[in-house]
């Protein structure tokens, strides 16, 4: 699903950039055929031509070889507009927005294809080109010479639109890089059935707060689905995949401000400072067991009871946070032998 919807976000915006650079050198055609520059007048139509087909490469999800194309025109259009008009015209700047470009538009091509489009030898072939291209018209006058005035007037122009071509293309690589940042650790935090946060955050979460010395009323709670296995045995994997699910809703929904998290298999951990000390405890746990023991749960037609058994334990002055775990799962093991279905806290 996430790969399909990189692929139609990468189709519309290759789509838009078709169009733009289309628009762009029809705009290039009319101001080269009225200064008289001959040269760039038929190569923008043929410029024209090639972004027109382009389309047809867009449907054919033809995309690498869109952007080779794309590219090499880019790259001969602008080597012949200094070689035409000279380098105060400022086309060459071009060759350094190229390279922006090549490395975006690299990244789309992995997410979208697992292809790689040769980023760096794009970007040395730009840098090739400009550099021979600045070494032959620095010692000759270009062919068709035109006012200062416009001249300084496209320097200007052609200078705004690298700058913000540049910037464009920088933002986005680094709101992409911090996006995927981002999504890594919520996965690496987060169970990836429930959406809950995992053992692992939890408990550097729990040192974290055990270490700034701030577990005054803090309560952990671990809580068992009791006869797991029958159900996954009698009912299938599926089923139990739905129960954790509704099992984690379930808590989300009564726990207020304190944190879930999928401690492993049918186990799930609450945990937080509550107010009204042992009551209030006891009134949220018994809130979660009550609801699970009264909800018909119905996957594929089949009606489900299921029960929890939850052992509770407050945070003690001086105990590590291994030590509070386990006060709490023997409180657990406790219920576990009493004939399930139970607080013990």
């Not at 189709?11 to 029809?26: A, E, I, P, Q």
């Not at 690498?64 to 259009?77: Q, R």
């Not at 945990?271 to 594929?300: D, H, I, N, S, W």
Request: charge should be neutral.
């Amino acid at each position: 699903m996430k790969r399909n919807l990189d692929h139609e976000v990468a189709m519309k915006y290759l789509c838009f950039c078709n169009k733009f650079l289309l628009g762009v050198h029809v705009l290039f055609f009319i101001f080269f055929a009225f200064a008289h520059v001959t040269i760039m007048t038929v190569v923008n139509i043929f410029s024209i031509v090639c972004y027109i087909s382009s389309f047809w490469l867009l449907k054919q999800k033809k995309t690498n070889v869109l952007i080779y194309v794309t590219f090499m025109e880019i790259m001969i259009h602008m080597f012949l507009a200094v070689l035409c008009m000279g380098q105060g015209c400022g086309f060459q700047l071009y060759f350094f927005g190229c390279i922006a470009v090549v490395f975006y538009v690299d990244y789309f091509s992995v997410r979208v294809s697992n292809r790689h489009i040769a980023g760096m030898g794009m970007s040395v072939i730009s840098a090739l080109l400009y550099f021979i291209v600045m070494g032959i018209t620095g010692k000759t006058v270009s062919i068709y010479p035109i006012g200062e005035k416009i001249q300084n007037t496209l320097m200007w122009i052609n200078s705004l639109m690298v700058f913000i071509v540049c910037a464009y293309f920088y933002s986005m690589l680094t709101g992409i890089a911090n996006y995927y940042e981002e999504e890594l650790s919520r996965q690496a935090n987060h169970d990836k059935l429930t959406g809950l946060v995992n053992r692992f955050y939890l408990i550097d979460y729990l040192q974290q707060v055990h270490d700034a010395g701030k577990m005054d009323k803090y309560w952990l709670a671990i809580v068992d689905i009791d006869d797991f296995k029958a159900i996954n045995d009698r009912f299938g994997h599926n089923c139990g995949d739905y129960v954790l699910k509704s099992m984690s809703s379930i808590i989300e929904s009564c726990c207020g401000e304190l944190t879930a998290c999928r401690w492993g298999g049918e186990e799930f951990v609450m945990v937080g400072a509550m107010p009204g000390g042992k009551e209030g405890e006891t009134a949220v746990l018994e809130t979660v067991r009550k609801t699970v023991a009264e909800r018909e749960f119905v996957y594929e037609g089949n009606r489900i009871k299921l029960t929890i058994t939850i052992g509770a334990a407050p945070y003690l002055e001086n105990q590590t946070v291994d030590e509070w775990i386990s006060v709490a799962d023997e409180k657990l093991y406790v219920g576990k032998h009493s004939g399930k279905n139970c607080l013990i806290i």
